[in-house]
């Protein structure tokens, strides 16, 4: 606390040296500066810093201070620290005194439109995290996996639907489990009584059971048999799902790829953008990893890695990858449970590829893969570890997470969120942290968001404008203009004029025509109003008809580039006293205020306000706009 008192006195005394340069240089106590203004400005670091220095931003901190609790000002030094205001120290409280200090020149009646940055904290998501508990497999796991098969300490793509049954009994809705076991992408092969082998799937060769297997078509295209463009058919299993199936969305196939079970090819072959049988659309595609997807066609048929399939499609060859191309199909699955029964293992002792981890969560009966609708969640594997040398990763490893991430989403999506889990302490506690794909690198998400607010001056410097807009002066600034009806003769219907502001007319060539034009303003952020109100100038001339049938203020929540997808709200024009509506009679130049309307329904939301003009022919009016202002009361 005596540093914060000792910090506080020395912004006093040079408060003073404030005080004696504007009294030297700015002509005194009695400067009356006459500039009005409306600005868009944006914070720079250096502003972060000035604000969390001067002297009345730390006189309100401290203020806010007891010898027990200092967190506003700890919360307002963070501010510096960060460049960006955070939920304690807000930009409301602490830009006025920035703007009285920085631009003293500027007098009633300007607006600043500040943006910045402020601290919205680390998504909720990420927290459920910190509870994971490893859970690894044992080999009596593996036993029971494989149906008392011994010697297969590993998982495969036709046994990892069986997973679930090792995993603990014991366990309350959201805990998480990461699951550590060992993965091979190949089956074993297994001694098998000759009478129990289906015959003619993967007998004789390619001419005579019609078909290639992965192997046979990858070594056929090296040897220049098989072309790019040429009709093939391939057959295997499938080993893992391809997450960009986006093809999925928009036409019902989904992409994944195969291995040959005779001969262990080590090379995948891909069907890509595949099609079911009998050329059928698939109807559920859901994918969580490479080693986890939910695949169903129309048919009902639900499709497993393991399945035995035979695709039918256009060869090709995409950066080293064989592929039967787009719109390819498959013409015969067998799915793993039909495989026949295996006596014993031939291969069982072959290594594992590797360790994966896969997380999983409690729904409160059962433990289901862990899936989240906003961001790709995965596990740092177990391999990432030994390759860094550590067992765990600390904060300054961060590098770590982003070349894992670079290496296991080549294809990553700009703008997407990919999370990663990682044992983040010596004692296995676990951390994870968020990245922001920007098109190029994988950026921690720190809870940033970018901040527009309206701060006025009266008295003094306060967010009780939220928007402002003289118009005359200024041009049409950055109010749009969308018409709906305006054919020939008429070329446009609003338009601005140095005099009398944004003006809107369907009068040409000595006739009125059927119009319809929009005038919108940008966003208005609302979200921390309390009793807005809104109103203007406006004049409306040279009308037959009723002003109400022709012009209208309207508001939308949900706008964006097109008045005809959004959704508005018709704004009521404010009464007089005996009633009647506050609105022009149509036969005057003469301006009058439309009255301040009340806009308290939209306390909490952004906004746009549009001007709507209609006409349908006859005598239409002429509208005229300006000093458009969204405001609290001044009382």
Not at 28 to 34: C, L, V
């Amino acid at each position: 606390m005596k540093k914060i008192l000792f910090f506080f006195a020395s912004a006093l005394m040079l408060a003073a040296c404030e005080n004696y340069y504007i009294d030297k240089n700015l002509g005194g106590s009695d400067y009356n500066p006459t500039d009005v203004r409306t600005v868009d400005y944006t914070l720079t670091d250096a502003d972060y810093k000035n604000i969390v220095s001067n002297k009345e931003n730390v006189a309100i901190a401290l203020a806010e201070c007891t010898p027990e609790d200092s967190s506003a000002y700890t919360a307002l030094l963070q501010v510096a620290n960060d460049l960006a205001f955070n939920n304690v120290a807000v930009a409301d409280v602490y830009v006025p005194a920035f703007l009285a200090a920085k631009f003293p020149q500027f007098s009633k009646g300007s607006l600043f439109n500040v943006t910045y940055k402020t601290t919205t904290g680390r998504p909720a998501y990420l927290s459920t995290f910190a509870n994971t508990t490893k859970y690894t497999l044992s080999p009596a796991d593996y036993e029971t996996i494989w149906e008392g098969k011994t010697g297969i300490n590993y998982l495969t793509p036709a046994t990892m639907t069986n997973l679930t049954s090792v995993l603990p009994e014991e366990g309350e809705a959201g805990d998480i489990l990461a699951v550590v076991y060992e993965y091979k992408s190949q089956e074993p092969i297994f001694e098998t009584e000759e009478e129990d082998v289906p015959q003619g799937f993967f007998d004789g060769t390619p001419e005579s059971r019609g078909f290639y297997t992965t192997s046979e078509a990858i070594a056929a295209a090296e040897a220049g048999l098989i072309a790019k463009g040429d009709s093939l058919k391939v057959g295997g299993i499938i080993s893992r799902w391809f997450k960009k199936s986006s093809a999925f969305d928009r036409y019902h196939s989904v992409s994944f790829f195969v291995m040959d079970p005779v001969t262990g090819q080590e090379h995948e072959f891909e069907f890509y953008n595949c099609y079911t049988l009998e050329k059928d659309s698939f109807e559920t595609y859901e994918f969580t990893d490479e080693l986890n997807a939910i695949c169903i066609d129309r048919a009902g048929r639900e499709f497993h890695l393991g399945d035995t399939v035979i695709g039918a499609g256009t060869y090709t060859i995409y950066n080293g990858t064989h592929e039967l191309n787009t719109n390819c199909y498959l013409t015969e699955w067998r799915p793993a449970a039909a495989a026949p029964a295996a006596i014993a293992p031939k291969k069982a002792a072959a290594a594992a590829d590797g360790k994966k981890t896969v997380l999983y969560q409690c729904d409160g009966s059962k433990w289901v893969l862990y899936k989240n609708e906003d961001a790709t969640v995965v596990a740092l594997p177990e391999d990432v570890y030994s390759a860094v040398g550590y067992t765990y990763l600390l904060d300054k490893n961060k590098n770590v997470l982003t070349t894992f991430l670079a290496q296991e989403y080549p294809y990553a999506q700009a703008d997407k969120a990919y999370t990663v889990v990682y044992v983040a302490t010596k004692e296995g506690a676990y951390n994870a942290i968020e990245f922001i794909y920007d098109g190029a690198t994988f950026v921690e998400n720190l809870g940033m968001s970018t901040v527009t607010t309206a701060f006025s001056l009266s008295d003094i410097w306060g967010s009780t404008i939220y928007y402002k807009q003289a118009i005359i002066g200024e041009g049409q600034g950055k109010l749009t203009i969308q018409n709906i009806t305006c054919n020939e003769p008429l070329t446009y219907i609003w338009y601005y004029s140095g005099a009398y502001g944004m003006c809107a007319s369907a009068f040409k060539d000595n006739a009125s025509w059927p119009s319809e034009s929009w005038l919108i303003t940008p966003q208005i952020d609302l979200t921390r109003a309390k009793m807005p109100q809104f109103g203007f100038d406006h004049a409306f001339n040279k009308a037959e008809g009723d002003f109400t049938n022709e012009c209208a203020v309207m508001i939308s929540t949900d706008y964006v580039d097109d008045v005809t997808t959004a959704t508005w709200t018709q704004l009521e024009w404010a009464q007089n006293e005996d009633g009647s509506l506050n609105v022009p009679a149509g036969n005057s130049w003469t301006f009058q205020h439309t009255g301040y309307m009340d806009m308290s329904a939209f306390v909490g939301k952004k906004i746009h306000i549009a001007f709507r003009y209609t006409t349908e022919g006859g005598k239409s009016g002429t509208w005229e706009i300006k000093n458009l202002l969204l405001s609290e009361p001044e009382n």
